[in-house]
């Protein structure tokens, strides 16, 4: 069964550092996104990407955040100069469509940790 | 903005049901979701509602959906120990692409 994989698993940075965490959608899968968890907070959205572009964001994804495909199967996300608050569970996550038409499947997540 | 919330945690024997419960605000929304999470890893869909449906069944899990009160439910038949895991609500509309969640329930099966 397709799936939608993740690296790494676990960094670990510096504050003031960039990152870039990876995402593999399922393949035949047109839009992605990328959400968080905080330990202790819900689940948030980020960020969704369609036709190489930005097709929705939150407020969190602000100018320190971006996202990129570079080819056609990765999916990332970069994180300029990281905070002790960026350090959560970060999970991408692809569906076929948008809209909630069909639904979206995530990744096994990327725990980030700033040191 | 959107709210969507459960209560934190369900304990129940092995064999009992198991009824997860979740409350949301959009009135829009279109799309219901229910997600498992198992220590260490991501988020499982297990299933997902219209809204303009009131019940889904498939297979141990049945979900019921009362739109006039915003108030969505997870059931689980003959709940086994490998049912244990945090179990997400999540709901979203045709505006847009983004879910938003509750907290989680965690669900504590007993032998």
């Known amino acids: 069964e397709p799936e939608v994989t993740q690296t790494p698993s676990h960094q670990v940075t510096q504050m003031g550092q960039e990152v870039i965490l990876r995402c593999v959608p399922i393949s035949n899968h047109l839009y992605f996104y990328w959400y968080r968890q905080i330990l202790g907070q819900k689940v948030e959205f980020l960020v969704s990407f369609y036709n190489n572009e930005i097709s929705e964001k939150s407020e969190i994804f602000d100018d320190q955040f971006s996202v990129e495909r570079p080819d056609g199967s990765n999916f990332t996300l970069k994180i300029r100069s990281t905070k002790l608050e960026d350090s959560a569970m970060y999970f991408c996550?692809?569906?076929?469509?948008?809209?909630?038409?069909?639904?979206?499947?995530f990744g096994p997540g990327t725990r980030l940790t700033v040191l | 903005g959107e709210d969507v919330e459960q209560s934190l945690f369900l304990s129940v024997r092995e064999g009992d049901s198991s009824v997860i419960n979740c409350t949301y605000t959009?009135?829009?929304?279109?799309?219901l979701y229910w997600y498992k999470q198992e220590p260490g890893a991501g988020l499982q869909l297990l299933t997902y509602i219209f809204s303009n449906m009131d019940m889904k069944q498939d297979q141990r899990l049945t979900v019921l959906l009362n739109k006039k009160d915003k108030h969505l439910s997870l059931r689980i038949a003959d709940t086994q120990t490998g049912d244990s895991a945090i179990y997400f609500c999540?709901?979203?509309?045709?505006?847009?692409?983004?879910?938003?969640f509750g907290g989680g329930t965690r669900l504590m099966v007993k032998p």
């Open positions: 999540a709901e979203g509309n045709n505006a847009g692409n983004m879910l938003t």
């Open positions: 959009d009135s829009s929304s279109t799309y």
């Open positions: 996550a692809s569906s076929y469509t948008s809209g909630g038409a069909s639904p979206q499947y």
